[in-house]
């Protein structure tokens, strides 16, 4: 004979409580805090007050006169103009309109320019442009392009500006640069 188990609806939720709670727990992990790393060990001066400290004079240091030969020798400041690269003396402008004037010259000295060197209005017309501008940086024996943006008056005539460049210390060098324009309508 064969026996059979018939289990009751109703039983199911009593009966898989009953499994889950016979069954074994996991255990748990004990926490465990990270150990600080050991203290640094500070170092220990040890004061000796039967020694003394001998006391050192500072002696000046010698002097050495300079020789001829280890003088440095102060560059020269010169610029040479070599070509109008725009806007050709006598060129027709009509009134208004922007001039972009450009030339090259040459580093003809042995000083490099820097920031510090400028290129300063010293007659003629502004034409609208700065007093002052800052020549464009080149070392000694390269040529470079200088520019300026002018703006033509409404009004008609012959329009000369010349420019100079300066050293930092506000001195002029080199040949002067110009533009000479014819304004009409």
Same mark, same amino acid.
């Given at each position: 004979?064969?026996?059979?188990?018939?289990? #009751?609806?109703?039983?199911?939720?009593?009966?898989? @409580?009953?499994?889950? #709670?016979?069954?074994?727990?996991?255990?748990?992990?004990?926490?465990?805090?990270?150990?600080?790393?050991?203290?640094?060990?500070?170092?220990?001066?040890?004061?000796?007050?039967?020694?003394?400290?001998? *006391?050192?004079?500072?002696?000046? =240091?010698?002097?050495?006169?300079?020789?001829?030969?280890?003088? !440095?020798?102060?560059?020269?400041? &010169?610029?040479?103009? =070599?070509? &109008?690269?725009?806007?050709? &003396? +006598?060129? @027709?402008?009509?009134?208004?309109?922007?001039? +972009?004037?450009?030339?090259?010259?040459?580093?003809?000295?042995?000083?490099?320019?820097?920031?510090?060197?400028?290129?300063?209005?010293?007659?003629?017309?502004? =034409?609208? !442009?700065? *007093?002052?501008? !800052?020549?464009?940086?080149?070392?000694?024996?390269?040529?470079?392009?200088?520019?300026?943006?002018?703006? !033509?008056?409404?009004?008609?005539?012959?329009?000369?500006?010349?420019?100079?460049?300066?050293?930092?210390?506000?001195?002029?060098?080199?040949?002067?640069?110009?533009?000479?324009?014819?304004?009409?309508?």
């Amino acid at each position: 004979m064969r026996f059979r188990f018939f289990l #009751s609806p109703r039983l199911i939720p009593f009966l898989c @409580f009953f499994l889950t #709670s016979c069954s074994s727990a996991p255990t748990p992990t004990p926490f465990i805090p990270p150990t600080n790393p050991p203290p640094l060990i500070e170092p220990t001066f040890i004061i000796n007050p039967a020694k003394q400290t001998p *006391e050192i004079q500072p002696s000046p =240091l010698p002097t050495i006169p300079p020789t001829p030969s280890s003088t !440095a020798t102060e560059c020269v400041n &010169d610029l040479s103009f =070599l070509a &109008d690269l725009t806007i050709p &003396d +006598d060129t @027709f402008i009509t009134y208004g309109s922007i001039i +972009d004037k450009q030339w090259l010259v040459l580093n003809s000295g042995t000083c490099n320019w820097d920031s510090r060197y400028r290129l300063k209005h010293i007659g003629g017309a502004i =034409l609208g !442009a700065p *007093e002052e501008i !800052a020549l464009y940086p080149a070392k000694a024996g390269t040529q470079a392009t200088i520019r300026i943006l002018f703006t !033509a008056p409404f009004e008609e005539g012959v329009y000369e500006s010349a420019w100079q460049a300066f050293d930092p210390g506000g001195q002029p060098f080199g040949d002067p640069i110009y533009i000479r324009v014819l304004v009409s309508p």
